[in-house]
């Protein structure tokens, strides 16, 4: 059982260096398992009940994906329709109940500076408000949210400014209990 499960939803992970990047330091981290959810399913025909059992073997979650048109991928949505519906209005008891409690965190690589995440900048909106949709169901799934990984212009950055940033998200991985925030809170 791992005790970090990464799940992956990336249009193209095979060609994102900084996601590659993010992933190769994770999977240095003991008890980690990383699960490219696009890969598995590129027709989106999601195995829900591999999906659950997965989820129900982790005692941390991350899910990591690029910030594309201000959002995740479609996939993450088409999981989460398919997975956390069964998990939390069909199975609730069995599936869903077990689940609350488990941390959630969201790693995001974005090809825009930081400073044009903020209500001055060119994005408009804060990376965390862009992120609430997240916030949101990790909320109503009763999984506490952690602070975001994020990593900025990922389009420009040196090899060795990613393997930084890999090195940076496996430490935070290694130690997520200290970047917990109250989940209740929006």
């Not at 990383?34 to 991350?62: C, S, T």
């Not at 609430?132 to 040196?158: D, Q």
Request: net charge negative; proline share 7%; charged share 20%.
């Amino acid at each position: 059982m791992p005790r970090t499960l990464i799940l992956i939803f990336h249009p193209d992970f095979n060609s994102s260096r900084a996601n590659r990047a993010l992933a190769d330091a994770a999977s240095l981290v003991a008890d980690t398992e990383i699960f490219d959810v696009q890969a598995a399913y590129p027709d989106n025909k999601i195995n829900v009940a591999a999906e659950v059992e997965r989820l129900l073997g982790a005692e941390q979650i991350v899910l990591q994906f690029p910030i594309q048109w201000y959002s995740a991928p479609p996939i993450l949505q088409a999981w989460q329709n398919a997975v956390l519906t069964r998990m939390y209005y069909i199975n609730y008891e069995t599936e869903g109940r077990v689940l609350e409690g488990k941390p959630l965190t969201v790693a995001v690589t974005a090809g825009n500076t930081a400073p044009a995440y903020s209500l001055h900048g060119a994005n408009l909106l804060p990376l965390g408000e862009i992120l609430n949709p997240l916030r949101v169901t990790a909320n109503r799934c009763g999984l506490p949210w952690s602070e975001p990984f994020a990593v900025y212009e990922t389009m420009k950055a040196s090899d060795d400014e990613l393997r930084e940033a890999g090195r940076a998200y496996a430490r935070r991985l290694a130690s997520p209990s200290t970047q917990l925030l109250q989940y209740a809170t929006i």
